[in-house]
């Protein structure tokens, strides 16, 4: 794709082409995957969460996709942070935009962890997991909903590397604007939200059980775009870190409102099924074409001018 | 206040979504040693080399392709290699099936070319049964090869024993019967009296065994597609667990039919797979599994 001048944006060293960025848990497995996201158009990609050690997750059905929303339960599978070192390392070497390093651990020292070990594949950035709504107490729980756990977790990786950290911050706490505001505090480079609303169910009438093998899982896509906008403009207001508006946005507009509530990149994801593989480029060009029509000369003039009013 | 509505269209998806419809098995019926077919009363409209998404309550859900269908019925054809396909063989008329789909890029038929081998091995050959069938449909000349250990493994050797433009020609690791070696040795053979223009070639079946298929093809200039089978965790391209290493395409969207020159650029094809946790596993090796 093209290089859309307008939509062109640096953070911490990195060129982002374009505002769109490939969400965590979304074709993520491998280095060949992301290249491939990035050949459709993403101006950066996220490794799926790589955790201290291998996982498998849980058994099927882990995503259910509807009209509205996508539900899903992978339950973190990863190979584990030793044996992804050489994929993130493939993936950095083969892809032509910022490879973002998604991790995940039970403990602020896991994360650092595995962090450690990532580190040598040179990620652009890593993107801290706090929020993981679907392994229970056992990973996220904790740092996602207490803004003290969720400080420790970014001062042990900071201690670490030298690598800028985004946060990914859930939406499913009393006040998100308290932890985002520890997180930074703790040296957070950037955040990124929201993860997954909920978690929610879908009950089979004919199977009479929950359809998802782990019963709940986080909802997305469509469905929790409003949620989204109005937690990424709450924090615009909070903190001064650029932001990655993720959640619901499927089209040029739909990056238009989230930039205009104060992202200044978008998280794409659950787009992938409703709208293609070539979801990147399709939103970029009209984001483009949005911002052109009404005299956009870049995405600084609509960042966050939805608070002027 | 007027608000835009969606102004995308869904590109690849049916608007009831990803959510399994239960279907109760209609009959089951024994194909060979250890395989069986499900029935199932639905109007499916999958394309042959299209898979379904079959969920067991409480077990797993998995990737099946379609082996029979007649626009009331659709059947798929099963041999133990797990639990979950154990589970799948026990189970009865009436017994509740979810099922999603079909997905996948199917098989493509060439009408300019008269004449289509099928190479399937084990129970691989199950979804050529379904391809056989449309094939001799559009006036085609198929020759089904079916290979497995021993005869009473050979999957569909009496099905098309009375169907018009469908010759099977069988073979067995062990020469119980047909020709005693690979399938792949009657493809050579048959391949050596064709003209390359007038023939298609498809395969499903053990890696190793379409590999060969793809090279004796490529070889000869005979186009052609091989089926594949990754893990799959959505079955629909969202999850990226099923993508090959090389051009990163998704075999539950991109494939599972893939042309035999596209197939072979890639590194991973016929020597490795990824596992649950998404790690890559040398065939014929265990990786990490769900439970």
Same mark, same amino acid.
């Given at each position: 794709?093209?290089?859309?001048?307008?939509?062109?944006?640096?953070?911490?060293?990195?060129v982002?082409? &374009?505002?769109?960025?490939?969400?965590?848990?979304?074709?993520?497995?491998?280095?060949? #995957?992301?290249?491939?996201?990035?050949? &459709?158009?993403?101006?950066?990609?996220?490794?799926? #969460?790589?955790?201290?050690?291998?996982?498998?997750?849980?058994?099927?059905?882990? *995503?259910?996709?509807?009209?509205?929303?996508?539900?899903?339960a992978?339950?973190?599978?990863?190979?584990?942070a030793?044996?992804?070192?050489?994929?993130?390392?493939?993936?950095?070497?083969?892809?032509?935009?910022?490879v973002?390093?998604?991790?995940?651990?039970?403990?602020?020292?896991? !994360?650092?962890?595995?962090?450690? *070990?990532?580190?040598?594949?040179?990620?652009?950035? !890593?993107?801290?997991?706090?929020?993981?709504?679907? *392994?229970?107490s056992?990973?996220?729980r904790?740092?996602?909903?207490?803004?003290?756990?969720?400080?420790?977790? *970014?001062?042990?990786?900071?201690?670490?590397?030298?690598?800028?950290?985004?946060?990914?911050?859930?939406?499913?706490?009393?006040?998100?604007?308290?932890?985002?505001?520890?997180?930074?505090?703790?040296?957070?480079?950037?955040?990124?939200?929201?993860?997954?609303?909920?978690?929610?169910?879908?009950?089979?009438?004919?199977?009479r059980?929950?359809?998802?093998?782990?019963?709940?899982?986080?909802? #997305?896509?469509?469905?929790?775009?409003?949620?989204?906008?109005?937690?990424?403009?709450?924090?615009?207001?909070?903190?001064?870190?650029?932001?990655?508006?993720?959640?619901?946005?499927?089209?040029?507009?739909?990056?238009?409102?989230?930039?205009?509530?104060?992202?200044?990149?978008?998280?794409?994801? #659950?787009?992938?099924?409703y709208?293609?593989?070539?979801?990147?480029?399709?939103?970029?060009?009209?984001?483009?074409? !949005?911002?052109?029509?009404?005299?956009?000369?870049?995405?600084?003039?609509?960042r966050g001018?939805?608070?002027?009013? | 206040?007027?608000?835009? =509505?969606?102004?995308f269209?869904?590109?690849?998806?049916?608007?009831t979504?990803?959510?399994?419809?239960?279907?109760?098995?209609?009959?089951v019926?024994?194909?060979?040693?250890?395989?069986?077919?499900?029935?199932?009363?639905?109007?499916?409209?999958?394309?042959?080399?299209?898979?379904?998404?079959?969920? $067991?309550?409480?077990?797993?859900?998995?990737?099946?392709?379609?082996?029979y269908?007649?626009?009331?019925?659709?059947?798929?054809?099963?041999?133990?290699?797990?639990?979950?396909?154990?589970?799948?063989?026990? $189970?009865k008329?009436?017994?509740?099936?979810?099922?999603?789909?079909?997905?996948?890029?199917?098989?493509?038929?060439?009408?300019?070319?008269?004449?289509?081998?099928?190479? /399937?091995?084990?129970?691989?050959?199950?979804?050529?049964? $379904?391809?056989?069938?449309?094939?001799?449909?559009e006036?085609?000349?198929?020759?089904?090869?079916?290979?497995?250990?021993t005869?009473?493994?050979?999957?569909?050797?009496? +099905?098309?024993? +009375?169907? +018009? +433009?469908?010759?099977?020609h069988?073979?067995?690791?062990?020469?119980?019967?047909?020709?005693?070696?690979?399938?792949?040795?009657?493809?050579?053979? $048959?391949?050596?009296?064709?003209?390359?223009?007038?023939?298609?070639?498809y395969?499903?079946?053990?890696?190793?065994?379409?590999?060969?298929?793809?090279?004796?093809?490529?070889?000869?200039d005979?186009?052609?597609?091989?089926?594949?089978?990754?893990?799959?965790?959505?079955?629909?391209?969202?999850?990226?667990?099923?993508?090959i290493?090389?051009?990163?395409?998704?075999?539950?969207?991109?494939?599972?039919?893939?042309s035999? /020159?596209?197939?072979?650029?890639?590194?991973?094809f016929?020597?490795?797979?990824?596992?649950?946790?998404?790690?890559?596993?040398?065939?014929?090796? =265990?990786?990490?599994?769900?439970?």
């Amino acid at each position: 794709m093209h290089t859309l001048a307008t939509l062109s944006q640096d953070y911490h060293g990195s060129v982002f082409s &374009n505002p769109t960025v490939l969400a965590a848990g979304i074709l993520g497995v491998s280095a060949s #995957s992301l290249a491939n996201v990035i050949r &459709n158009g993403a101006g950066a990609v996220t490794t799926k #969460s790589v955790g201290p050690a291998a996982r498998a997750g849980h058994p099927n059905p882990v *995503v259910i996709a509807t009209d509205g929303y996508l539900l899903n339960a992978v339950g973190l599978s990863n190979p584990g942070a030793e044996a992804s070192v050489e994929e993130l390392a493939a993936a950095v070497r083969g892809c032509s935009a910022p490879v973002i390093a998604s991790v995940f651990g039970s403990t602020a020292q896991e !994360f650092a962890d595995v962090v450690r *070990v990532l580190d040598a594949a040179k990620p652009a950035f !890593f993107e801290a997991n706090i929020s993981c709504p679907n *392994v229970g107490s056992e990973f996220g729980r904790p740092f996602g909903t207490d803004s003290a756990a969720a400080a420790k977790v *970014v001062e042990e990786i900071k201690g670490e590397t030298a690598t800028p950290l985004i946060v990914k911050l859930s939406p499913n706490v009393p006040d998100l604007v308290e932890i985002a505001k520890a997180v930074c505090a703790a040296g957070a480079d950037m955040l990124c939200a929201i993860n997954t609303v909920g978690p929610g169910m879908l009950i089979d009438l004919a199977a009479r059980r929950p359809v998802l093998a782990n019963r709940s899982g986080g909802l #997305s896509g469509p469905a929790i775009k409003p949620i989204a906008v109005r937690c990424v403009y709450d924090l615009y207001r909070a903190v001064d870190v650029p932001i990655i508006g993720t959640g619901g946005i499927s089209t040029g507009k739909d990056a238009a409102e989230m930039i205009m509530a104060g992202a200044s990149l978008v998280g794409i994801g #659950s787009a992938v099924y409703y709208r293609g593989i070539d979801v990147f480029a399709k939103v970029a060009r009209e984001l483009d074409a !949005f911002m052109q029509e009404h005299g956009y000369a870049g995405i600084g003039q609509l960042r966050g001018c939805a608070h002027d009013a | 206040m007027t608000h835009d =509505r969606p102004t995308f269209e869904f590109p690849t998806r049916s608007r009831t979504g990803e959510v399994p419809r239960m279907l109760p098995v209609r009959k089951v019926a024994d194909e060979a040693q250890g395989m069986r077919t499900l029935f199932f009363s639905y109007p499916l409209d999958a394309a042959p080399g299209q898979f379904v998404m079959l969920w $067991l309550p409480g077990v797993d859900q998995k990737p099946i392709s379609v082996s029979y269908q007649d626009g009331a019925l659709f059947g798929i054809t099963v041999a133990e290699v797990g639990p979950f396909t154990r589970r799948l063989l026990q $189970l009865k008329s009436g017994d509740l099936v979810g099922v999603t789909g079909p997905y996948g890029t199917p098989f493509t038929l060439d009408r300019k070319r008269p004449r289509a081998i099928l190479v /399937g091995g084990g129970c691989g050959a199950a979804p050529l049964g $379904l391809l056989a069938e449309r094939a001799a449909a559009e006036g085609i000349a198929v020759d089904l090869i079916i290979g497995a250990q021993t005869e009473r493994a050979l999957l569909f050797r009496e +099905r098309f024993a +009375r169907r +018009r +433009r469908i010759t099977t020609h069988l073979a067995t690791d062990d020469g119980s019967v047909g020709h005693a070696g690979f399938a792949t040795d009657v493809l050579a053979r $048959l391949l050596d009296g064709t003209d390359p223009s007038d023939t298609r070639v498809y395969t499903c079946g053990p890696e190793a065994m379409m590999r060969t298929v793809a090279q004796l093809c490529a070889a000869r200039d005979v186009p052609g597609q091989v089926l594949m089978e990754r893990y799959m965790k959505c079955g629909f391209g969202v999850c990226g667990q099923c993508c090959i290493d090389g051009s990163g395409k998704r075999v539950c969207v991109e494939g599972p039919a893939l042309s035999f /020159g596209e197939i072979l650029a890639h590194a991973e094809f016929g020597k490795y797979s990824r596992d649950a946790s998404g790690h890559p596993v040398r065939k014929g090796q =265990r990786g990490c599994e769900t439970r």
